[in-house]
């Protein structure tokens, strides 16, 4: 007999997470704890609270045409699109040998990335530049291949600072270069559109590892040919 029959699937995956000694933070990636058919439990799922929340809202959604539906399209889109980071596996990325022992600086971007903040779950839209030092045993990967990590990373709730981070590690360990630089420039709604609503403010941040942060020269070569 299955026990878990009447059980929440967000309680069945949390338990699995929990089992694992593993953590279900808003910018993690659970996506080893999904089993086949989950998601659509987990859809119909966030699809009833969304409705209480709305309820609560003080939200006719039986006689308003325009959110009849809206419970439903809210969490299709947290979980197909907005949060699709947390529950996916890591793209798939065919990785080379550096075959042509290539060693000059390659940077990638702008790259458009999208993600929610964490904290209002408001929308963060920006563009991140990517500076590669490869070595000779470095792997090369696509260029279309960083946009895809990229979008993987931030397709989950995030700060801003920590996104660059974890964007750092998974490059690194992708193409194991000598150097990596990481810059993103983002426009935050949750300062756009409530709080102080500056619409001008964006926030700038980086991540310098290797010959990136123990040589000023190639810092400044990549800082200053980012077309900003």
Not at 62 to 83: C, L, P
Not at 136 to 144: A, D, K, R
Request: hydrophobic share 40%; charged share 25%.
């Amino acid at each position: 007999m299955n026990k878990d029959i009447g059980t929440p699937i967000s309680v069945q995956i949390r338990k699995r997470i929990t089992e694992a000694k593993k953590q279900a933070f808003a910018n993690d990636n659970i996506a080893e704890f999904i089993k086949e058919g989950d998601l659509d439990a987990l859809l119909d799922e966030v699809t009833e609270k969304m409705q209480g929340v709305l309820s609560s809202l003080v939200i006719d959604t039986e006689h308003d045409h325009n959110t009849k539906n809206t419970a439903r399209r809210v969490a299709k889109m947290y979980i197909n699109e907005v949060f699709k980071g947390r529950y996916t596996e890591v793209p798939s990325i065919t990785e080379f040998p550096n075959a042509s022992h290539l060693n000059e600086l390659m940077i990638v971007g702008p790259i458009t990335v999208r993600s929610a903040c964490s904290h209002h779950f408001c929308p963060v839209i920006g563009k991140i530049w990517i500076g590669v030092m490869p070595n000779q045993n470095t792997n090369v990967i696509g260029l279309s291949k960083y946009a895809r990590l990229a979008e993987w990373v931030l397709g989950r709730p995030q700060i801003q600072e920590e996104a660059v981070v974890q964007l750092a590690d998974l490059i690194e360990e992708k193409t194991r270069p000598d150097g990596l630089a990481l810059v993103m420039e983002a426009s935050h709604f949750c300062m756009n559109w409530r709080g102080v609503k500056d619409m001008d403010s964006k926030m700038i941040n980086s991540v310098m590892r290797g010959s990136f942060l123990n040589n000023a020269t190639l810092r400044h070569e990549f800082l200053s040919l980012i077309p900003r």
